[in-house]
Structure formats: C-alpha cells, structure tokens
C-alpha cells in the first residue's frame, strides 16, 4: 500500500493551495481518509478527515471555514486550503482510518490510521 500526497508550495498569506493523495495497492472504499499535519518542533496534528462515502467531513477548528476536505473515489483524497496563514506552515500527511466508527464520529488521532503518505511541505509566508 502506497499513499502519495502532492499540492504541496510556497505561498503568501491569503492565498490558497490544493493538496492531493493518491492511494495504491488495495481499495479504500470502506476506510475515512484524514489529513494531518506537523510543524517544526511540534507534534503531528489533525487537519481534516471525511467518511468512507465522502458524506461526513471533520475539521480541526484551526481550518474550519478556509480548508475543504473532499474525495473523487475510494482512493484519492483532496484538501482545498484556502485563506492560508503562516500558521498553517507545515508538513502535509494523508492517511486512512479502516475503523468504522471514524466515518460516523470522525477520527482525530495519529494512532487510529492505518497507512500514511510521505508528507508534501506547505509553506505560507507573511
């Protein structure tokens, strides 16, 4: 199983960017897909996750209202950033929750996901 983000850039504050991951090796048609992220020096952090059909959305509060989690099929996942802040500098992870109750509830930690993407760095200068 592979994970491959990519959308990652160098951008100002205000403007946007859209992240993307695409998943291998097996379907996710069952699984949530969540978007993390880490930050120098910081710990890992929930972004954004969205249910097995693409019905459910959660949302970190940080990014509430500016990002957009949305998903074409079982296995592609998209993540509009919108309004970008320098606080949102960091390193972009996808990865896959195959617990089921993450589609219901939503699924805010590291240790629930099963499979991770490599990372995309995204860069918000001020």
């Known amino acids: 199983v592979q994970l491959q983000a990519s959308g990652g850039g160098l951008v100002q504050t205000g403007e946007s960017l859209r992240l993307s991951c695409a998943a291998s090796?097996?379907?996710?048609?069952?699984?949530?897909m969540g978007w993390f992220r880490q930050a120098p020096g910081e710990e890992r952090e929930f972004v954004a996750a969205?249910?097995?059909?693409?019905?459910?959305t959660f949302y970190a509060d940080s990014v509430k209202g500016r990002f957009v989690i949305s998903r074409d099929n079982a296995n592609t996942v998209h993540l509009q950033m919108n309004s970008l802040k320098p606080e949102d500098t960091a390193v972009y992870y996808c990865?896959?929750?195959?617990?089921?109750?993450?589609?219901?509830?939503?699924?805010?930690?590291?240790?629930?996901?099963?499979?991770w993407g490599q990372g995309t760095l995204v860069t918000v200068s001020s």
């Open positions: 990865a896959t929750a195959s617990q089921s109750s993450c589609s219901v509830e939503g699924c805010y930690s590291t240790y629930t996901y099963d499979y």
């Open positions: 969205i249910s097995w059909n693409g019905v459910n």
């Open positions: 090796g097996r379907r996710f048609n069952s699984d949530s």
